[in-house]
């Protein structure tokens, strides 16, 4: 068998909505279609990247709450599904996941349970991507915990790059603490209409700023009707319609990706 070690990318931002989940399911699909071999996690609550990958979860069937919440839980490699697509797995999210932050309270090593969890699977795959909710919750932590790199999406929105500071804030509170091989894989913008004034100017703020300049991708996702289509009809835009702008920036970045040498 072929051994892997995976790259585990946590996709966060504590902003709602900046297309975080988008991210997660197309950038997964292209590496797939590109020949890795590929693990979606859904630690979020609303469970948008399992019904974006066109997963229906059925009540009995594990999910990821079963393996952070349970004590003596399942093996990882029992709730892993397939989706229509080779090479592409999900761990599913159910929305019993959005009560785990209460069950795991006092929970010894409760930031730890994804990261153990999933310590069986990095050998079996090349990319892990971890899908966060829009807080900084328990479930945001556990995933900064189990990752090796960070990608942020980066919509051009008034706020955001305001935002930006607070979750560097965050992550740099996570590797004193908790994780400290946690790497950058960089910024991503999302949501780009270029024709607009606002896109123009955050973009040049993302240049213009030392902290962020050598963290941004080349490749910038531009707004696109057919991403949120795509999400709605249960596949990655990759699939859904490849000659869009969504699948084309969304296969740039992967190739920009997985031409980084690896955290
Ligand atoms: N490039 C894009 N162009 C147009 N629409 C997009 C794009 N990316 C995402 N969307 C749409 O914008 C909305 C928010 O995207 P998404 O769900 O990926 O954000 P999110 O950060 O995961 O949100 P949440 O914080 O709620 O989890 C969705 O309806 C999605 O289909
Ligand atoms: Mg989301």
Known sequence: MVQHKARAIAVANEKGGVGKTATVINLAAAFSQADQSVLVVDMDPQAN???????????????VYDLIVDNGSPPA?????????????????????????????????RENRLKEALA????????????TPPSLSLLTVNVFTCATEVLVPCQTHPYAYGALAELFDTIDAVREEINPDLAMCGIVPTIVDLRTRVAK???????????????????AIRSNATIAESVDAGKPVVFYRRSSYGAKDYKALAEEIMAMTGA
Do not use: C, M
């Open 201 to 219: 100017v955050i973009l040049g703020q993302l240049k213009g700023d030392a902290r962020y300049r050598d963290l941004l991708f080349n490749t």
């Open 77 to 109: 490699a029992g709730a892993v599904v397939p989706t229509a697509w080779d090479r592409l797995h999900l761990i599913p999210a159910h929305v019993d996941l959005s009560g785990a932050e209460v069950e795991l309270v006092d929970a010894e090593g």
């Open 49 to 63: 990247a399992t019904k974006g990958l066109g997963v229906a979860l059925d009540d009995n069937a594990l999910s």
């Open 120 to 131: 069986p699977l990095f050998d079996a795959y090349d990319f892990i991507l971890l899908d």
